[in-house]
């Protein structure tokens, strides 16, 4: 069931132009609406890409549906969207909302680190497990993320956002490019030294189930991608097909111009040897389940 929107909170950042919205569940949301100025398909982009994130254990916010009703709109002047020279009201109905980072104490949450304070990040080892899930869903975007801790913390985490642009953003194909879907500063794989950095994130990916991928694209409202089934079955398709391919794309940014990753002698020399290992082994599971 959708989480009902029961107040607007304020404007978020960003060309989406969210929402921060209170939820009747008692949570804060960063809801973004259908008739947002990039594409009603960056709503089922974020809730897929979030599900498969969660789903192998990566740090993101919980997402859900979340239903703003007209009257709410009708009564909030700033629920409109800015399209330059014109603005528009924000349309009611079945939204996609973010569960927002740091909840009531937004105190805690930032988006930059100096470097020493960025070394020290819990789950730092974690940029390496969404780069490979960048890359799996061709993000087309920079890989975004924010910094929590709790109150008498010292250390942050990493927590990761915005997911809109995977599947090429409104186009839904796969374009493949080393330096997209990438998170901005070396910094974060500076400890990468070989495929064991990218686990357990990498592995759980190359062997999600087919069933869990199909679930989370069944859960979303036909509203947010123009109602055909049948380019979601394709998505979901090609998606599938392109699991053996993570650790070539992984590859190709490791050998870009960027150089993110300075211990990581030999790279690429174990990569075919080691999936069809792990190909075998699964399906060797799968036939005694």
């Known amino acids: 069931m959708a989480v009902l929107a029961v107040q607007h909170i304020r404007r978020m950042r960003g060309g989406a132009q969210g929402q921060l919205m209170l939820g009747a569940d008692g949570h804060l949301y960063v809801v973004k609406f259908q008739n947002n100025p990039q594409h009603t398909r960056v709503l089922a982009n974020e809730f897929l890409a979030s599900r498969l994130a969660l789903a192998v254990g990566l740090t993101a916010p919980e997402v859900e549906l979340v239903e703003v009703s007209s009257w709410l709109v009708e009564n ?3 629920l409109e969207m800015d399209l330059g020279r014109t603005q528009v009201r924000c349309l009611p109905g079945l939204q996609f909302g973010s569960r927002f980072v740091g909840g009531l104490m937004p ?3 930032v988006d930059y680190l100096p470097e020493e304070k960025l070394m020290e990040v819990r789950n730092l080892g974690e940029f390496a497990g969404v780069l490979a899930l960048d890359k799996w869903t061709s993000n087309a975007n920079g890989r975004q993320a924010v910094f ?20 090429h953003a409104g186009e ?3 374009e493949d490019s080393p330096l997209r879907g990438v998170y901005y500063r070396n910094d974060v794989y500076r400890e990468v030294s070989g495929w064991e950095s990218f686990e357990p994130w990498l592995t759980r990916l190359e062997t999600l189930p087919a069933d869990t991928v199909w679930e989370a694209a069944n859960e979303i409202p036909p509203d947010w991608f123009g109602g055909d089934l049948g380019e979601m079955e394709t998505l979901v398709e090609r998606l599938l097909a392109r699991r053996s391919r ?5 590859e190709g940014f490791g050998k870009s111009e960027r150089k993110p990753f300075p211990r990581w002698e030999g790279m690429g020399e174990k990569r075919e040897k080691d999936w069809e290992e792990r190909r075998w082994a699964t399906s060797m599971m799968e036939g005694v389940q």
Request: net charge positive; glycine share 6%.
């Open 76 to 78: 909030t002047p700033e």
């Open 107 to 109: 105190g805690q949450v």
């Open 148 to 167: 929590a801790r709790k109150q008498r913390e010292r250390r942050y985490r990493a927590v990761f956002i915005d997911f809109g642009y995977c599947f």
């Open 172 to 174: 839904w194909r796969f």
């Open 246 to 250: 993570i650790r070539e794309l992984i």
